[in-house]
């Protein structure tokens, strides 16, 4: 079974500093990989996904995450935050070998917090 | 396109009343899902709906009734509610095929049972 771990559940950078995030999953398929942001009282919204080819991939707001079978991670980065990331970001790998029923599975979340 | 809509954006219930949580999307997407958020817990699946009349359990079902009787639509049921089910509720709506797929989420609606 498919499982995402998201160590460190709060985060504090600096404004200008790198943000890194780390998730790590367990899967027995080659997984689809997503990173998904909530902004206070909202909904959550799709940054970036992994599914097949190149291993970085970029997603919205200068964030990237780069696959790596070897280490089963998918580690967020952004080179320089800035105030309007401080969010919670999730980390989720989907079951997507169970078909028409495959699910996301998530990790617990990471809050990011920006400092000035 | 307004996405994926939920009404009402918060609500108080006291133990043992019964409401409906409303969630619509005008994508067309077969694949609906009901998420609960609680602090340290991440989001816990409640039920799913892959199509019109198709519905299934997640994770954490109980407590939770839902209906698929067309593709907009996907409302969530509770029938009794107690103090545990204090949440912030998603919906979501699932759109394309292997690197296109997506879930789009509703802004979510706030839920104190008291």
């Known amino acids: 079974a498919q499982s995402v771990t998201q160590l460190g559940s709060h985060v504090s950078v600096s404004e200008g500093a790198l943000v890194l995030l780390r998730c790590n999953y367990s899967s027995s398929v080659p997984p689809y990989l997503f990173w998904y942001v909530q902004y206070p009282n909202q909904g959550l919204q799709l940054l970036l996904k992994?599914?097949?080819?190149a291993t970085l991939v970029k997603g919205i707001n200068g964030f990237e995450a780069e696959f790596k079978k070897s280490e089963t991670s998918f580690h967020l980065t952004k080179p320089s935050a800035h105030m309007s990331d401080a969010a919670e970001y999730f980390c989720?790998?989907?079951?997507?070998?169970?078909?028409?029923?495959?699910?996301?599975?998530w990790g617990l979340g990471t809050s990011l917090a920006v400092n000035p | 396109n307004a996405g994926v809509t939920q009404t009402p954006k918060f609500q108080v219930l006291k133990t043992g009343q019964s409401m409906t949580l409303q969630c619509a999307q005008d994508?067309?997407?077969?694949?609906m899902s009901w998420y609960r958020q609680d602090p340290g817990m991440g989001l816990r699946l409640i039920h799913y709906s892959v199509g019109a009349g198709i519905t299934d359990q997640g994770e954490v079902p109980n407590g939770y009734n839902v209906s698929r009787s067309t593709t907009e639509d996907f409302p969530l049921r509770l029938l009794s509610a107690a103090p545990s089910q204090t949440s912030v509720y998603f919906c979501a709506s699932r759109g394309g095929t292997g690197a296109t797929e997506t879930q789009y989420f509703g802004p979510g609606t706030r839920l104190l049972v008291l």
């Open positions: 989720a790998v989907s079951d997507w070998n169970a078909g028409n029923n495959r699910k996301l599975i």
């Open positions: 994508m067309n997407h077969e694949y």
């Open positions: 992994y599914t097949t080819g």
